[in-house]
């Protein structure tokens, strides 16, 4: 059976390239309505019935709240939340603890962390406030509770990654009563433009054999997108607080 997201309006942060491009196209193609919020360095979309783009920083504390009100604005309601936004924290000094800059630190956790305080604060007001309820989906990483040295030792980012769980969990159970649901996707090595480096790096790719051994190499963008549309749908309305992996069995090998 199709996952239906027929008369949804959701909400994508960071939405402009890799899994969240994909994500908005699997949305759409399952009847969403799609407001997609990103950063000039990814795809460009035009603004239409079914999907609307603002040209916004997740990092932004407003950002979030501007996309809620958009999409109301747009479609008349607001029934789900991606938050897809994040990246390595790499450029900024993430790395090795004895490595870890401060600045490393701390942009890391605004990019991963906050970013996603931000945009499900602004999500779960607008619940609270209007009295309708909805569905939060979370990007982690596997590396938050299966790490991987020395080829993926970065201490901010699986910090951020690991906090995320946290939160969700504890606004999942808070807020289960209001019929808001908050569920996070931690996916192992995917293939997209942040896993340039992995994906051009021989050992890695040659580890993948045993370390995601359910392909042998790195997941796809569709395997997330396709856990993600089920989440946001009613198909999934008995589900919250949970982490549910899409690693090809990294977390068990």
Known sequence: MAINLHNKAIVVIGGTTGMGQAAVKSFLEAGAKVLVVGLPDGTDYENGPHLQ????????????????????????HFDGLFHVAGG??????????????????????????????????????????????????????????????????????AAAKAAIEGFSKSIAAYYAAHRIRVNVLSPGLIETPMSKRAAGDATIQALLKTKQPLSGSMGTV???????????????SFITGQIIGVDGAWSIS
Not at 55 to 73: I, W, Y
Not at 125 to 146: E, P
Not at 223 to 228: E, F, L, N
Request: glycine share 10%; proline share 4%; aromatic share 10%.
């Open 222 to 236: 569709g395997d997330i997108t396709g856990m993600a549309t089920l989440l946001l749908s009613e198909s999934a």
């Open 53 to 76: 783009y603002i040209l916004e920083d997740a990092t932004n504390p407003h950002t979030a709240k501007m996309a809620v009100k958009s999409c109301v604005d747009s479609w008349g």
């Open 88 to 157: 390595s924290g790499r450029k900024w000094g993430d790395g090795p603890l004895h490595e870890l800059s401060d600045e490393g630190w701390e942009q890391t956790l605004q990019l991963n962390l906050t970013s996603v305080m931000y945009s499900n604060r602004a999500a779960v007001q607008y619940w609270m406030q209007s009295g309708t309820h909805g569905s939060i989906v979370n990007m982690g990483s596997v590396l938050a509770n299966h790490p991987y040295a020395p080829h993926f030792t970065t201490s901010a980012y």
